[in-house]
């Protein structure tokens, strides 16, 4: 697959220009590649290493896309009642357990790639294979549950989205692996802000659910082939040809990362699944409307370290810096405890009432679960930030039993604590395995660094 190239005495034109100039600029551009076939020839815009844009944009672009299900869930609550938004957010939720098998846990370890082992083309066409899997297991699971058309429609569209989600993932990574992040959450704010637009306008005008969940599909397979393919086909080196060795290799890498990923997305759910044979689709909504504010604070840690993992990559790889490496470790879990305090701080004076009005529902009831959720959250963000370590560390298998065992538990106890507790249940079974499956990671950490005797700890 090519990619756009640099002459080594030309510097990337200035990013100081307007929004508007910046647009028209970018459409010329787009145009003159796809109408002059010359997609190899051009110089490169935007420059690499901007730390500030980095941090601006990746928060931007994670915020948005960690506000897409939030969003969705909302308008779909306001346009078409509690119990439709429930079947609503129920098949997203199933379209981003899918998710996990399209990414197939390569992105840390695209990302951390760096003296490029494995070529950006074998990463695509990887890419494409994991994306066409998790679609066939999409409708599969569909004929299984026997859905009616509605919601055959409404699942088409949410694991339509969340394909090009994970497609669109593979080329941001690229970006950032070419220490061009903020290329990369600009790519990311664009595909997470157009399809709700597109969402909430059809579903608006039409009153159809099915018809702007389809349309949801629709907008991010535009904004893919408009935006980000082309700006990372512009905006990166070229990629050698893609090998079948290669693509084996990623799908053999991976596998421990894509499992334990997948576990982990599964032990998040879990709770949701087991309310749908129990309760009755607005839990659902309930539920998530709990979910989402806890699962901000794995977003606020994941904008202080995510464009930090090319680097902290490059720290480990220097024998005489794994102290270091163990101190950044400890700062960001530090950090995990201080953002769960402050949604703690959130949830007693904003969250609760906040919902009531978004959701048009009162959840002044679950003001304790609401406490225990943003726990859960906190404690998630430590999660996900160790599995990111252990990745780098290239230990990722280590945590495939953890994960394993941890699916195990959430399976046992999530069923009988929501048929004794309901709606609560489902909240203490998942703080109960999220603190279980923390405290795991953190020993298979420890145990890693007291077992490397070729760190010597030197200065």
């Keep these: 697959m090519a990619h756009s190239t640099s002459t080594t005495d030309e510097k990337p034109r200035s990013n100081h220009r307007s929004p508007k100039s910046l647009i028209n600029a970018w459409w010329d551009r787009l145009f003159s590649a796809i109408l002059g076939n010359n997609w190899d020839n051009q110089p490169f815009e935007f420059d690499s290493g901007r730390s500030g844009h980095d941090y601006i944009f990746n928060t931007v672009g994670s915020a948005a896309w960690g506000a897409l299900f939030p969003a969705l869930t909302v308008v779909a609550t306001q346009l078409s009642g509690v119990e439709r938004a429930g079947q609503f957010t129920m098949a997203f939720t199933t379209a981003t357990l899918l998710l996990y098998i399209g990414n197939y846990g390569v992105k ?12 950006f083309s074998s990463y695509c066409i990887q890419r494409l294979m994991t994306v066409g899997i998790m679609l066939v297991v999409g409708f599969l699971y569909c004929a ?47 595909r997470s802000v157009v399809p709700v637009v597109i969402f909430t306008l059809l579903l608006l005008i039409t009153g159809s659910l099915e018809v702007a969940s389809i349309a949801l599909a629709v907008a991010a397979i535009f904004s893919f082939l408009l935006f980000t393919m082309p700006l990372t086909r512009l905006e990166t080196t070229r990629s050698r040809k893609p090998s079948a060795i290669e693509i084996r290799e990623i799908f053999v890498e991976c596998f421990a990362a894509f499992l334990s990923l997948f576990l982990f997305a599964l032990i998040e759910n879990i709770p949701k699944f087991a309310m749908e044979g129990v309760l009755t689709y607005d839990s659902q909504v309930y539920f998530t409307a709990l979910y989402f504010p806890a699962q901000s604070l794995l977003m606020i840690v994941g904008f202080v370290y995510r464009p930090q993992l090319v680097r902290i990559a490059n720290i480990w790889a220097d024998p005489k810096k794994h102290m270091k490496f163990d101190l950044i470790v400890l700062t960001v879990l530090g950090v995990c405890v201080v953002v769960t ?10 969250a609760v009432p906040l919902n009531g009005i978004m ?36 230990k990722q298998a280590q945590a495939t039993r953890i994960y394993l065992l941890s699916t195990l538990l959430a399976l046992i106890i999530s069923p009988i604590l929501i048929r004794v507790y309901q709606l609560e ?7 109960a395995v999220m603190v279980v499956l923390f405290a795991a990671l953190v020993v298979t950490y420890i145990m890693n660094r007291l077992n490397d005797k070729k760190d010597p700890y030197a200065a």
């Design 144 to 190: 299984l549950r026997g859905y009616d058309n509605s919601m055959w429609l409404i699942s088409a569209g949410a694991y339509g989205y969340r394909a090009l989600d994970a497609l669109s993932d593979c080329f941001e990574a690229r970006l950032q692996q070419q220490d061009k992040l903020y290329l990369a959450g600009l790519s990311q704010t664009v």
């Design 359 to 394: 959701y048009a529902a009162d959840f002044e009831p679950y003001r304790g679960a609401q406490y225990l959720m943003m726990i859960a959250g906190g404690i998630t963000a430590g999660i996900d930030f160790l599995f990111q370590i252990l990745t780098v560390l290239r």
């Design 425 to 431: 249940g489902a909240v203490y079974s998942y703080l």
């Design 341 to 350: 305090l402050g949604g703690l701080i959130y949830a007693k004076f904003i």
């Design 108 to 119: 840390t370890y695209q990302i951390s790639d760096i003296d490029e082992t494995e070529s």
